[in-house]
């Protein structure tokens, strides 16, 4: 028995320790030259740009059991986070299981087996496979109708603000990687133009000098979310001040349905008027950028963060996920595992604040459980396994947020942990 994990970012690399650690054969590969997934800066698959910063305070995001140094700030630079999984793979000695610079082209089920093609050209049959190939890689675009004379990207593409130097810009999007753009162009463009769409909500990074995040982690009982929404929600929009008061929409759903936005300087900004709102875009004219409600302004550079595609480029068929075309994403129980008993695992599809790479380590620590209860525990793992068909037989969450793969943290983290415990 091998198996086989493609990906070596944070939840690749947790995939790797926790079959090894349970006695499992394993091999990963790695498109990339060396660990980190996104957070190897200029890799080919890191949408990671120069001024990044975690929006998830350290004691949140790290491994459990393996802390960032305590002389790092509260929200460590993408230069401290690289260092880190460097650090992390050489700890636990991850490095000699994994093979760089030779991604998987092509995984198809043969025998029983799951049949990879790697990039360089050799093949190899596996008896499982984890799937950690992350979901922020592959650039979601808006068909604009027109053309544009200025430079148009996507956010995967920006890397720093040096290209902003004296132009009018235009940044597209309202996730956290629009306002952080957003930020960087204040400093250096001539003009700032800002494209928003849906409304969200605004939380700071710090309350009191402390990280913000860091109390919600230290409940000891999981209320509902609708209720932690319910009590946060007004004391965000007190700390951070109602989104519309800066004339952004409205957020419609609740503090904790979604990602929030973490930056208070975009705010500031928005607020002294280093930016200007706009529409969503419409068409392209020559340099003009003409928006939904009919304005139009000229521009010399456009980005899009308008977010990402989930993709499988390398399976060759997406139903062994259950793939559900309205998402665009596959329906899986707990985000890993799909109804059907085939050997294939996902690890790290999900959108969270606070899941931090402990969630990811909890996902794979699971995985692992699982394929040890099979042999060990066969009735808990049949037991889990009716859990998996009956929750994909299900009709899909239409509720939940970021292509359907959004998770509740805490109640995630809780239910990862409670089925490990039945199957160990
Ligand atoms: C700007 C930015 C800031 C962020 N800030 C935070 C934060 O503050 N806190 C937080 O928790 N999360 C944050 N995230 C989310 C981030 O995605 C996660 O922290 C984490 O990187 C996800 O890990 P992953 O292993 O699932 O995916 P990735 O990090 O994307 O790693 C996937 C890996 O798989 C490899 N791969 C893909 N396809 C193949 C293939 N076919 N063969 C071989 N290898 C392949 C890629 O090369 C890559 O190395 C941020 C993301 C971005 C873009
Ligand atoms: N510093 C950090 O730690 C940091 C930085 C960046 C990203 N991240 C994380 O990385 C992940 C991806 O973030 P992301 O911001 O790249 O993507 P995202 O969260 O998917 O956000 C995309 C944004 O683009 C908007 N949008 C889509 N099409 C649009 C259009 N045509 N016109 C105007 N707006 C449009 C969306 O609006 P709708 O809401 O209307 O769809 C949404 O606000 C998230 O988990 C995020 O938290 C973290």
């Not at 004379?149 to 004296?166: C, M, N, Q, R």
């Amino acid at each position: 028995m091998t198996y086989l994990v493609i990906g070596a970012g944070p939840a690749g690399l947790a995939a790797i320790r926790s079959l090894r650690d349970a006695g499992l054969p394993v091999e990963a590969a790695e498109r990339n030259f060396d660990v980190g997934g996104q957070w190897l800066f200029g890799a080919q698959s890191s949408a990671v740009y120069a001024s990044t910063h975690l929006i998830s305070s350290k004691s949140t995001t790290a491994y459990a059991d393996f802390p960032m140094p305590g002389e790092w700030p509260a929200y460590p630079s993408r230069i401290q986070i690289e260092q880190y999984f460097k650090d992390f793979a050489k700890r636990f000695d991850l490095y000699p299981l994994i093979r760089f610079n030779d991604g998987v082209s092509k995984l198809a089920r043969t025998g029983g087996r799951w049949r990879a093609t790697f990039d360089k050209g050799e093949t190899r049959d596996f008896d499982g496979v984890v799937i950690a190939n992350g979901h922020l890689s592959d650039p979601l675009m808006p068909e604009i109708p027109g053309a544009f004379s200025g430079t148009v990207l996507h956010a995967k593409e920006y890397k720093s603000p040096g290209i902003f130097e004296d132009k009018r810009v235009l940044i597209s999007g309202m996730g956290n990687t629009g306002c952080d753009i957003v930020v960087d162009a204040i400093h250096r463009a001539k003009s700032v133009l800002w494209s928003v769409r849906g409304g969200n909500h605004f939380v700071p990074k710090f309350v009191g000098g402390k990280p913000a995040d860091e109390s919600n982690h230290r409940a000891k009982i999981v209320l509902p979310k609708w209720l932690r929404s319910r009590l946060h929600e007004p004391f965000a929009r007190l700390l951070a001040g109602p989104p519309e008061r800066f004339g952004l929409p409205k957020p419609e759903h609740r503090l904790y349905d979604r990602t929030p936005i973490v930056n208070s300087l975009v705010l500031l900004h928005l607020g002294q008027g280093d930016v200007s709102l706009r529409k969503p875009v419409k068409a392209f004219n020559g340099n003009s950028v003409i928006f939904e409600d009919g304005k139009r302004d000229e521009v010399d550079i456009a980005v899009f963060a308008t977010g990402y595609r989930i993709t499988f480029p390398f399976l060759e068929d997406l139903n062994a996920l259950n793939w559900q075309p309205q998402f665009g994403a596959p329906q899986l129980y707990m985000n890993v595992f799909p109804p059907e008993d085939n050997g294939l695992f996902v690890a790290g599809l999900l959108e969270g604040a606070g899941v931090g790479w402990p969630g990811r380590a909890l996902q794979t620590d699971l995985i692992a459980a699982y394929l040890k209860a099979k042999a060990a525990k066969p009735a808990a793992a049949q037991a889990f396994r009716r859990e998996i068909e009956r929750y994909c037989a299900a009709p899909a969450d239409k509720d939940r947020g970021g292509h359907g793969i959004f998770v509740d943290f805490l109640q995630y983290k809780r239910d990862l942990k409670r089925a490990i415990e039945r199957l160990s």
